[in-house]
Each structure stands twice: as C-alpha cells, then as structure tokens.
C-alpha cells in the first residue's frame, strides 16, 4: 500500500482533480485514489472529511494533507525532485510557474462557458462561447502563452516546454475544452493540443471518466 492518496471530483467534470492526478501521474509513485462525486448533498462533507479547505484535488501523505493544485505541484517537486515536475533550466522553470499561476488565478470565461467534460462533444456550444469578448480573449491569451512557451523553450519536445512539465497539467483541462467544443487552433496549437490528448496519462483518465455513472447539468 502506497503512503500517497489523492482525493479527486469527478474525472469527466473535475479539472482541478485532472491538474493534481496529471502531477501526481508524472512522478511514477505508487498512490490510492478516492472520488468524490461533485454537486451531491453530501459532496462538502466528504471533501470536508479529508481536506479542511472544503475542495479537490488533496494529497494525503500518512496523517499530512496537501491541497491545491499549485501546492500539490511544488510538493511533489521537492519529493520527487527527478520526476520532471518543473523544468531543470530556471528561466523556464521561472516562465512555467508564471504561466502555471495565471492559468490558476484567471481564465474565468472559459471557466464560465465552456466547463471541463471530458465525455462529450459540442462543437455548437464552443462556437456559441467564442462570439462572446470574454471568451476570445481569454482563448487568444492561453493561445498566446502557448506560443511563447514553445517558442521560447519548446523545441525538445511537444510540450510547452518541450518535456512534460506542471504548466502541461495546469494547463490540460484548457486543452480537453478545446478538444470538446471544438475551439479552432492552428497548427502547432493544435499539434499540442494533439500531444496532451494523446498521452497515457489523458488517455486513462478520460477512460475512467467515461466509466462514471454521475451526471451533472452544466448547461
Ligand atoms: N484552487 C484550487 C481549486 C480547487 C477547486 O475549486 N476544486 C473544485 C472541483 S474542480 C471543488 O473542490 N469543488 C467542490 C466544492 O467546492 O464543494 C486548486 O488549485 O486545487
């Protein structure tokens, strides 16, 4: 038995749990999985029953809890320091963590509009979702982070910052709402957006989503 367990929302809705499990993912360890089904009565009291904080993703390591997903990620790179978590260079660790904390603290049209399933697709929807300003804008921000990120570190690979790194994760439940709705991308945005929807990890966890009994009106 693993010393580590996530609690997790939904895999098909929860983007949050998609960002801590991807992390958790990455490093190889061993863990336990407990979900909690979302927007149910007794959904708070059960997140409440592992993480003080009331939310999704936590890890919990023997009786220690760590919650949220950028904390999540700076644990899991301490402790697993040759797991990739953060880029080795520090000027791409540095624009990793800055792109990483802006996908954290923003991004609330695409949040609003076109909510994370993972086991749908509604093409109508996105395009609906991007004739409103808010909603282009925050699609041609995370577009434009995208571009630099490559641009500026990405040439060893297909990720942002060419291997997998944090910003890949903090950023995949941006990517499964681009690939559901429909969102046009050019070419090398939609080659990234090829690259997270085909790796293991993604494909596992859709699986699983799509395994769930739960249904929740997102409309
Ligand atoms: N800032 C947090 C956000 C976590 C979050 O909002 N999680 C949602 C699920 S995606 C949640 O726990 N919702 C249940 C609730 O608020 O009762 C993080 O980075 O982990």
Same mark, same amino acid.
């Given at each position: 038995m693993s010393d580590l367990t996530i609690v997790l929302g939904n895999k098909r809705y929860s983007s949050w749990s998609l960002r801590g499990w991807l992390l958790l993912k990455q490093t190889g360890a061993a863990f336990d999985e407990i979900v909690i089904p979302l927007d149910q009565p007794q959904t708070k009291r059960d997140i409440l029953s592992h993480n003080p904080a009331g939310k999704v993703p936590v890890i919990k390591v023997g009786d220690a809890v760590v919650w949220d997903s950028l904390a999540i990620a700076e644990y899991l790179h301490e402790r697993? @320091?040759?797991?990739?978590?953060? @880029?080795?260079d520090t000027g791409a660790r540095a624009l990793a963590r800055c792109v990483s904390a802006e996908m954290h603290a923003g991004f609330a049209a695409v949040r609003a509009h076109?909510?994370?399933?993972?086991?749908i697709q509604d093409a109508a929807r996105g395009k609906r979702a991007l004739a409103e300003p808010p909603v282009a804008a925050d699609v041609d921000r995370v577009v434009a982070i995208w571009d630099d990120c490559q641009a500026r570190y990405?040439?060893?690979?297909?990720f942002l910052f060419g291997d997998w790194c944090a910003a890949d994760a903090m950023y995949a439940p941006v990517v499964t709402r681009f690939a559901t709705y429909a969102v046009p991308l050019q070419g090398p945005m939609a080659a990234y957006r090829d690259a997270v929807m085909a790796t293991p990890a993604m494909a596992e966890w859709i699986a699983a989503a799509q395994a769930e009994t739960w249904v929740i009106d997102q409309a």
């Open positions: 697993f @320091p040759e797991a990739g978590i953060w @880029p080795k076109i909510p994370m399933d993972v086991c990405g040439s060893g690979g297909n």
